[in-house]
């Protein structure tokens, strides 16, 4: 070891700070900064009849901005409709008790998001409260096919639990989509 | 008999590792060999990671940007970059270049000690040489791969940057958004660091144990080395595949 | 304090297996405390193996070994404590290579010993001046020679003033220079420190002038012990042969058929 002494330490000390400065910084500038403490949540629950691609996780959205994320997904065994409970930042706990959840996907391909509608009813949501007014996920694929044989005599013939168009003498819907 | 022969090997290494731990203890000389492997292991391979990080970033965004914009998917090219780098190019990668360059020398270092006497000499003077030789070269390898990581992950993030925003013109706003938005300080970040830490250990496991149990001749030296960065990287592919499995959900 | 009367190793009938194979056999020797004993013999004859059941590296297959009245201790614990009393001078040095010559002589006093600092400092000193190496305190292992590295390991092996020393071919390797001041220090030091030392070697002519009694090894038993007077009259046909190095003898010049090629021993 050609290398000790004091210029050994100023060695590793040179490299034990170059590393953790981009440790630091690397967590700073290109994660989501999602340290998980300093700040407590409050479960709401929604049921859903078409949940389509949400998973847990999902973000949970007002007007664009995160203020929670999916916690859980359940299927209730009498009505068979999907529960999904919703853990939101404690510092969003003056919904209003009006407020409706919907299901969108962010961009054409990207991931599912749960956004509220804050509506006008000055009472609000206590935690674990269920939210009144739902709508399911939009199925993109049925919309197309709806569209396109809307014109034609033959009913689109879906509802909303199939995927594929069940009509078999109906021209052969993934042509008409964009690749 | 193979068989039985592999299961044996992993006793040993297994019973060698715990004599390893049960022999580090942060005394002062412990320290100063600590100090002393962190430079040999990590701050010696900082070049090699740091080179390999920058071009990783750059064909990584190349290549991602090529397939990406065929389906009109640009946008999630530093998703792209991000996930793929902090879940498994960082701390694969870097433990595979870190077993190149510090477990080889790790192997042939320990190799030399058995060919010149010195670990019989430490144990004649009454020394556990597992402790004093292996052990600082095991902690100062988990301690830096996660470093090392950082900084490949931090240059190819840099190098990739450069590549999309200067070079192919991506917006410089969204990548940065979307690079934020996609990766988790805990479920990424966390999980990456992780990842490398365990990889450092194995790496500077199979390397000592190698070397350790080398034939003392310059023969057994050399096998020894190319063995070290075989297993270790062997060893390092399948773990990565089990830890995956586990902590990414 | 050794009792005069305690040998310093004594040896009862013992065998001494390596591998499968019975190396040593039938040994029984008495190596009397104070004073230097060589071990000679040819080349593969068995000296180095001798060593390592000295050392407690192989343990006795059958017969009994003591070392100052006690068996070697299989335990680890009780071995560890064994070799602290004991110094061995390797073949290969083994000097640490990260360490400075200072800071390899200071090791084992580090390890065994809650000395303050500057008087382990003082003890490191005095033994590189005892093997006249003072100079080089500050010297990394690759910057010595030969001989000077086999007297760091020398001092580092006195370091504990053990009152057993070892010495395994200290004379390999040395110009006549280098190996008269090994063969002075080994016989000063066992002097005015009042050790027992053992040297195995085949440096016959080097090694007879300096001790008090000697032993032959060949053909997996001792062939002969006595005082070095004793050795050089002898009229042992092999013993003959290997002290005055004739190339034929009772060991023959054209190697024996043996089943070369196969699993190399």
Same mark, same amino acid.
């Given at each position: 070891?050609?290398?000790?002494?004091?210029?050994?330490? *100023?060695?590793?000390?040179?490299?034990?700070?170059?590393?953790?400065?981009?440790?630091?910084?690397?967590?700073?500038?290109?994660?989501?900064?999602? *340290?998980?403490?300093?700040?407590?949540?409050?479960?709401?629950?929604?049921?859903?009849?078409?949940?389509?691609?949400?998973?847990?996780?999902?973000?949970?959205?007002?007007?664009?901005?995160?203020?929670?994320?999916?916690?859980?997904?359940?299927? +209730? #065994?009498?009505? *068979?409709?999907?529960?999904?409970?919703?853990?939101?930042?404690?510092?969003?706990?003056?919904?209003?008790?009006?407020?409706?959840?919907?299901?969108?996907?962010?961009?054409?391909?990207?991931?599912?998001?749960?956004?509220?509608?804050?509506?006008?009813? #000055?009472?609000?949501?206590?935690?674990?409260?269920?939210?009144? *007014?739902?709508? #399911?996920?939009? +199925?993109?694929?049925?919309?197309?096919?709806?569209?396109?044989?809307?014109?034609?005599?033959?009913?689109?013939?879906?509802?909303?639990?199939? +995927?594929?168009?069940? +009509?078999?003498?109906?021209?052969?819907?993934?042509?008409?989509?964009?690749? | 008999?193979?068989?039985?022969?592999?299961?044996?090997?992993?006793? %040993?290494?297994?019973?060698?590792? @715990?004599?390893?731990? %049960?022999?580090?203890?942060?005394?002062?000389?412990?320290?100063?060999?600590?100090?002393?492997?962190?430079?040999?292991? =990590?701050?010696?391979?900082?070049?090699?990671?740091?080179?390999?990080?920058?071009?990783?970033?750059?064909?990584?965004?190349?290549?991602?940007?090529?397939?990406?914009?065929?389906?009109?998917?640009?946008?999630?090219?530093?998703?792209? @970059?991000?996930?793929?780098?902090?879940?498994?190019?960082?701390?694969?990668?870097?433990?595979?270049?870190?077993?190149?360059?510090?477990?080889?020398?790790?192997?042939?270092?320990?190799?030399?000690?058995?060919?010149?006497?010195?670990?019989?000499?430490?144990?004649?003077?009454?020394? !556990?040489?597992?402790?004093?030789?292996?052990?600082?070269?095991?902690?100062?390898?988990?301690?830096?791969?996660?470093? @090392?990581?950082?900084?490949?992950?931090?240059?190819?993030?840099?190098?990739?940057?450069?590549?999309?925003?200067?070079?192919?013109?991506?917006?410089?706003?969204?990548?940065?958004?979307?690079?934020?938005?996609?990766? !988790?300080?805990?479920?990424?970040?966390?999980?990456?660091?992780?990842?490398?830490?365990?990889? =450092?250990?194995?790496?500077?496991?199979?390397?000592?144990?190698?070397?350790?149990?080398?034939?003392?001749?310059?023969?057994?030296?050399?096998?020894?080395?190319?063995?070290?960065?075989?297993?270790?990287?062997?060893?390092? @592919?399948?773990?990565?595949?089990?830890?995956?499995?586990?902590?990414?959900? | 304090?050794?009792?005069?009367?305690?040998?310093?190793?004594?040896?009862?009938?013992?065998?001494?297996?390596?591998?499968?194979?019975?190396?040593?056999?039938?040994?029984?020797?008495?190596?009397?405390?104070?004073?230097?004993?060589?071990?000679?013999?040819?080349?593969?004859?068995?000296?180095?193996?001798?060593?390592?059941?000295?050392?407690?590296?192989?343990?006795?297959?059958?017969?009994?070994?003591?070392?100052?009245? /006690?068996?070697?201790?299989?335990?680890?614990?009780?071995?560890?404590?064994?070799?602290?009393?004991?110094?061995?001078?390797?073949?290969? /040095?083994?000097?640490?290579?990260?360490?400075?010559?200072?800071?390899?002589?200071?090791?084992?006093?580090?390890?065994?010993?809650?000395?303050?600092?500057?008087?382990?400092?003082?003890?490191?000193?005095?033994?590189?001046?005892?093997?006249?190496?003072?100079?080089?305190?500050?010297?990394?292992?690759?910057?010595?020679?030969?001989?000077?590295?086999?007297?760091?390991?020398?001092?580092?092996?006195?370091?504990?003033?053990?009152?057993?020393?070892?010495?395994?071919?200290?004379?390999?390797?040395?110009?006549?220079?280098?190996?008269?001041?090994?063969?002075?220090?080994?016989?000063?030091? /066992?002097?005015?420190?009042?050790?027992?030392?053992?040297?195995?070697?085949?440096?016959?002519?080097?090694?007879?002038?300096?001790?008090?009694?000697?032993?032959?090894?060949?053909?997996?038993?001792?062939?002969?012990?006595?005082?070095?007077?004793?050795?050089?009259?002898?009229?042992?046909?092999?013993?003959?042969?290997?002290?005055?190095?004739?190339?034929?003898?009772?060991?023959?010049?054209?190697?024996?058929?043996?089943?070369?090629?196969?699993?190399?021993?």
């Amino acid at each position: 070891m050609a290398i000790r002494g004091p210029r050994l330490e *100023f060695a590793v000390g040179a490299f034990l700070l170059l590393a953790l400065a981009s440790l630091l910084v690397l967590a700073l500038a290109s994660t989501n900064r999602n *340290f998980g403490f300093g700040g407590s949540h409050y479960p709401l629950v929604a049921k859903f009849t078409q949940l389509g691609q949400l998973r847990t996780n999902a973000p949970v959205k007002i007007g664009g901005v995160v203020v929670g994320q999916v916690q859980k997904i359940e299927l +209730d #065994p009498k009505t *068979f409709q999907s529960v999904v409970t919703l853990s939101i930042d404690g510092r969003y706990n003056t919904l209003s008790a009006d407020t409706s959840a919907g299901i969108f996907t962010s961009g054409l391909l990207g991931e599912s998001y749960i956004g509220l509608s804050p509506g006008g009813d #000055p009472e609000s949501l206590k935690p674990g409260d269920e939210i009144g *007014f739902t709508q #399911p996920a939009v +199925d993109l694929l049925q919309l197309v096919g709806k569209y396109m044989f809307s014109s034609g005599g033959k009913p689109a013939g879906d509802d909303a639990a199939t +995927d594929a168009p069940a +009509d078999p003498a109906a021209p052969p819907a993934p042509e008409g989509q964009t690749p | 008999m193979a068989f039985a022969d592999a299961i044996r090997s992993i006793g %040993r290494g297994g019973l060698f590792g @715990l004599t390893m731990l %049960r022999g580090s203890a942060p005394t002062r000389d412990f320290l100063a060999e600590l100090v002393r492997e962190i430079y040999k292991v =990590g701050a010696r391979s900082l070049p090699i990671i740091a080179v390999g990080g920058a071009f990783v970033g750059l064909v990584l965004t190349l290549q991602g940007y090529r397939t990406l914009s065929t389906y009109g998917a640009v946008d999630a090219l530093s998703t792209l @970059l991000g996930l793929s780098l902090y879940r498994e190019l960082a701390p694969v990668l870097t433990a595979l270049l870190f077993i190149g360059r510090a477990g080889s020398s790790i192997a042939a270092e320990l190799g030399l000690m058995r060919a010149t006497d010195q670990i019989k000499a430490l144990e004649l003077m009454a020394i !556990d040489p597992v402790a004093k030789v292996v052990a600082p070269r095991f902690w100062a390898a988990v301690l830096t791969m996660p470093l @090392l990581a950082a900084i490949f992950i931090s240059l190819a993030i840099s190098a990739g940057w450069f590549q999309a925003v200067q070079v192919l013109g991506i917006d410089n706003g969204s990548f940065w958004s979307g690079l934020r938005g996609s990766v !988790d300080l805990w479920d990424d970040f966390g999980v990456s660091m992780l990842k490398s830490a365990v990889f =450092g250990g194995i790496a500077a496991l199979v390397a000592a144990y190698v070397g350790f149990h080398a034939e003392p001749t310059i023969e057994g030296t050399s096998v020894a080395t190319t063995r070290a960065v075989v297993n270790a990287s062997l060893l390092v @592919l399948v773990f990565n595949f089990i830890l995956s499995a586990l902590l990414f959900r | 304090m050794t009792d005069a009367a305690i040998p310093a190793v004594r040896l009862q009938a013992a065998r001494l297996d390596r591998g499968g194979r019975t190396i040593l056999s039938g040994l029984d020797l008495v190596v009397p405390t104070g004073g230097i004993t060589a071990v000679l013999g040819p080349s593969g004859s068995g000296k180095s193996t001798l060593l390592a059941a000295l050392t407690g590296e192989l343990p006795v297959a059958s017969g009994a070994l003591e070392v100052f009245g /006690n068996p070697i201790p299989r335990s680890a614990r009780a071995l560890l404590e064994m070799r602290k009393g004991l110094g061995v001078l390797l073949q290969g /040095n083994g000097l640490l290579t990260d360490l400075t010559v200072a800071e390899n002589v200071a090791l084992p006093l580090r390890t065994h010993t809650r000395l303050p600092e500057p008087v382990l400092q003082a003890l490191v000193r005095m033994k590189l001046h005892a093997v006249g190496l003072l100079a080089a305190a500050d010297a990394w292992p690759r910057e010595l020679s030969g001989g000077m590295a086999r007297r760091v390991a020398l001092a580092r092996a006195l370091a504990l003033d053990p009152p057993l020393m070892l010495y395994d071919e200290p004379l390999t390797g040395l110009d006549p220079i280098a190996s008269g001041v090994i063969t002075a220090l080994i016989q000063r030091l /066992n002097r005015t420190l009042g050790l027992t030392s053992i040297i195995v070697s085949h440096h016959v002519s080097e090694t007879l002038p300096i001790c008090d009694h000697a032993v032959v090894i060949a053909n997996g038993r001792i062939v002969f012990a006595g005082t070095p007077d004793d050795l050089q009259s002898t009229i042992d046909p092999l013993v003959r042969q290997f002290l005055d190095g004739q190339p034929d003898g009772p060991i023959p010049f054209d190697a024996p058929v043996r089943a070369y090629g196969e699993a190399a021993a």
